[in-house]
């Protein structure tokens, strides 16, 4: 569809079957202008290695296509003869659309990251018939759990209601190793700020019931899918599944935000450093100095956070329409399951 050169010629010349588009489409070693230094040839582009040239005299291509929507129609036609047939690892049946409309998630979740919605509000607008049969409901319940089934393959969905405590790191970690087990799909969607922090909460062992979660969820070798419909900050990212921890795909809404902390928090941390700072000198902290520390930093995490500023960095596949969540993440576990399910291994998880 555009320019194979040098290293980039033999991807084409490779495979088994290609698609080359008219006018747009070439594949050289060499292109005009070294093609003129090295041999002193004048030629243009596409008489280089155009379509016309590779489909009818070289045959480095087999497939002319008149224009990209047709080089995909070939594509798919291409597809069609592979002869492949796929063996599913998982049981599947006929889907139900969700019961609930998927328009209603924009009144849902809406653009304001810190207003606080229910996530199951968001999976039944989701999943098959809005089933969903929850796991370990009354315990842990900053995380949501549960199994349900998309387009008729069985997921296992693992959703943020608020903090991951030690309980719900615990909950997330046992469910993430049942599907392990039964070779089930996992569906993670985020909104998260995080793991607690606090003494009462190093006391009770944050650290190594977060480690359990983060240890199981990037041991786990089912097909992984991430959607990050909210905040997705700090270790938070981690736990649940981030780009970091071998998602098949990762998708964020158009509201959704992404960092190491908020920008509001990072402002207040730096701000608080620099303060203590000047107090050690003796020297008064000022409104004027904060706000001059503070503004910038707020402003460069609000930039940097946005989907698209991680989507144009291929930090995740894409930003989609929340009324496309369904239909995307069909089509992506279809995709995933092609591929055999290995075996977990896990780590030590610390008693």
């Not at 495979?15 to 030629?43: M, R, Y």
């Not at 659309?97 to 009144?107: F, R, T």
């Not at 992404?258 to 107090?279: H, K, P, T, W």
Request: with cysteine; net charge negative.
């Amino acid at each position: 569809m555009g320019s194979c050169t040098a290293g980039g010629a033999y991807v084409p010349a490779m495979a088994d079957e290609s698609v080359i588009v008219q006018g747009t489409g070439t594949v050289f070693l060499a292109g005009p202008p070294l093609v003129k230094a090295a041999t002193g040839e004048d030629i243009s582009a596409e008489e280089l290695g155009g379509a016309d040239l590779h489909c009818r005299t070289s045959g480095v291509t087999d497939h002319y296509a008149m224009d990209d929507e047709h080089a995909l129609y070939l594509t798919r036609q291409i597809v069609k003869n592979l002869n492949r047939c796929k063996v599913l690892e998982t049981t599947s049946c006929s889907p139900d659309p969700p019961v609930h409309p998927l328009d209603d998630l924009y009144g849902i979740v809406g653009g304001n990251i810190k207003k606080s919605f229910d996530i199951r509000e968001v999976i039944a607008r989701i999943v098959d018939g809005s089933q969903f049969d929850e796991f370990k409901r009354h315990y842990g319940n900053t995380l949501v759990t549960g199994f349900a089934r998309l387009y008729g393959y069985p997921v296992g969905v693992v959703g943020n209601n608020g903090i991951l405590f030690s309980e719900a790191a615990v909950k997330g970690a046992h469910f993430v190793e049942l599907c392990c087990q039964r070779k089930i799909p996992l569906l993670f969607l985020q909104n998260i700020t995080g793991f607690m922090v606090g003494r009462d909460a190093e006391a009770g062992g944050i650290a190594k019931h977060g480690a359990k979660m983060v240890t199981a969820v990037s041991c786990a070798q089912v097909p992984k899918l991430t959607l990050i419909i909210g905040g997705s900050f700090g270790a938070g990212n981690y736990g649940m599944c981030g780009r970091a921890y071998g998602p098949r795909f990762l998708y964020m809404w158009p509201n959704a935000r992404m960092s190491v902390m908020g920008g509001d928090q990072a402002a207040d941390v730096l701000c608080q450093v620099s303060r203590q700072i000047r107090e050690r000198e003796g020297k008064q902290w000022t409104n004027e100095e904060d706000r001059a520390v503070r503004d910038p930093i707020v402003k460069k995490f609000e930039a940097e956070g946005s989907p698209f500023f991680s989507s144009a960095r291929l930090w995740d596949d894409g930003v989609i329409d929340p009324v496309d969540s369904r239909a995307v993440l069909g089509l992506s576990l279809s995709a995933a399951l092609n591929a055999p399910i290995s075996e977990a291994k896990f780590g030590v998880f610390r008693m």
